[in-house]
């Protein structure tokens, strides 16, 4: 098919759909800000056992989770190839799979929290805060990936401001009940860091119903008769849901998991240690809302223009999002650079974590050029449904190169600031090896359609 946009009516398109998802993700972020940045006022105990807590919670939920992140690209190649009338069976399919996941997901976490934590080398106040924490927020887990689907729909028909209204909405709500439970006011017990995994689990809660009644109601996605008709459950739907999404989410989870696993890791090192690397790396994670941002529109846009076979525009519009991302990228680490002391103030008072934690920072410097290559090279390669690539690169580069390189270089002089370095050196290799991959498809698919 014919070109339809200019290079700078793509931007715009990209622009369009980019910003509310951009909205969205920091907004959600901004609920596990509220957790770190509350839980350190409380107390540093508070943020290192918040910290643990989510370091097992974060890998699990984002992993899982990604699994789901297959309805975005199903749906909107559907809606690009015109088959409308899949589109709701599609996503009640999602559901499906998302409430079997999250059972499955209660029930390891019931048999096997008490021995994580107890293998781990923690004071029994933290321990007991990461504890308490985690099974506070499992009541969260099922409306959280119902929610996770539904979101997937809305976004895969370009619909993202939807999304970003009903987290603005949710926003609040999570911010008050953090307010009220970790520090105890107007009579509620005061909870400390686990009160902000109470907050957490009613916060998914709300957004979780809002999204359905929206869905339910208003246009467009009231036309797609969602919860209009009672679908059964499709093994065969499933199954494909399955075989795009597992790949991506246990891309995503190598990822998560492997700064997860550093944190446990430095559970060998003084709390102040633990806290000041959770804060930092708290702030380059809400930095990397933006090239996920852009990774996510990528999916939208790509999946459309590669289910209307319109190779030339899939391929422009990558290359627009990496672009984008890699000049934010340069505008975020001079903002790290010029004011790593303010921003190290937010998340504590305590001197001698404030000067860890403005440290640790340094070092975000260079996961933002990393991340803003990878991120949105993963987006386009969802949006074409070329997934499996991805996951061994993932594993790869964060397990076989990452780790172990900052875990040599965390046992030399350089310390905590060694896993850092390994970080930093996973993500490259990753975002090189996404790049190559991404070439190929990209040549591939366009051999495909001049045969075509």
């Known amino acids: 098919m014919k070109q339809t946009f200019t290079r700078m009516q793509k931007m715009r398109q990209l622009l ?25 006022h409380a107390s540093s105990t508070d943020l290192a056992g918040v910290a643990i ?20 690209p199903m749906i909107a190649q559907l809606v690009g190839e015109k088959r409308h009338d899949r589109v709701g069976f599609t996503v009640i399919q999602g559901v499906y799979v998302a409430v ?22 923690l004071e029994a106040t933290v321990r007991d805060i990461a504890r308490g924490f985690l099974t506070a927020i499992s009541a969260g887990i099922l409306p959280l990936f119902v929610y996770t689907v539904l979101r997937c729909f809305m976004d895969g028909l370009g619909q993202t401001r939807m999304s970003m209204m009903i987290t603005l909405i949710s926003l609040p709500v999570n911010a008050a009940l953090n307010y009220l439970l970790i520090f105890g006011k107007f009579g509620f017990p005061r909870l400390g860091g686990i009160g902000a995994g109470v907050a957490s689990a009613i916060t998914y809660w709300v957004i979780c119903l809002i999204a359905a009644f929206f869905i339910s109601r208003s ?12 679908h059964g459950l ?52 809400f930095l990397y809302m933006i090239p996920l941002s852009i990774s996510m529109a990528l999916t939208i846009l790509v999946g459309f223009e ?65 991340d803003a290559l990878a991120a949105p090279i993963q987006g386009a390669l969802r949006g074409y449904k070329d997934v499996n690539v991805t996951l061994i690169v993932a594993l790869v580069s964060y397990w076989v190169i990452g780790l172990p390189v900052g875990y040599w270089l965390a046992h030399t002089e350089l310390g905590a600031f060694g ?22 498809v990209q040549r591939s698919r366009a051999r495909e359609s001049k045969v075509a």
């Open 419 to 440: 896993y850092w370095i390994g970080l930093i050196t996973g993500l490259a290799f990753g975002a090189a090896g996404l790049f190559t991959r991404l070439a190929y």
């Open 219 to 230: 246009h467009p996605f009231a036309e797609y008769r969602v919860f209009g008709r009672l």
């Open 234 to 285: 499709s093994l065969r739907a499933c199954g494909e849901l399955l075989r795009i999404g597992v790949p991506i989410g246990f891309a995503i989870f190598f990822e998560t998991s492997i700064f997860a696993a550093v944190t446990l890791l430095m559970s060998e090192f003084q709390t102040v240690t633990i806290a000041a690397h959770q804060a930092a790396l708290n702030f380059a994670s």
């Open 100 to 121: 079997i996941v999250a059972a499955a997901v209660a029930a390891a976490g019931f048999l096997a929290l008490d021995p994580v934590l107890g293998r781990m080398n």
């Open 306 to 370: 590669a289910g209307a076979r319109r190779e030339t525009d899939a391929r422009q519009y990558s290359y627009l999002g990496i672009g984008s991302a890699l000049g934010m990228a340069v505008v975020c680490a001079v903002v790290l650079l010029l004011f790593r002391r303010p921003i190290a103030g937010i998340y504590t008072s305590e001197p001698e974590v404030l000067g860890l934690v403005e440290h640790f920072l340094l070092y975000a410097l260079f996961f933002q050029l990393s």
């Open 16 to 40: 369009i759909i980019l910003l509310p998802i951009l909205v969205t993700q920091v907004t959600m972020f901004a609920m596990t800000f509220f957790d770190t940045f509350m839980s350190g």
């Open 53 to 72: 807590g989510a370091s097992i919670w974060v890998p699990v939920q984002t992993g899982l989770t990604g699994i789901l992140f297959a309805v975005t």
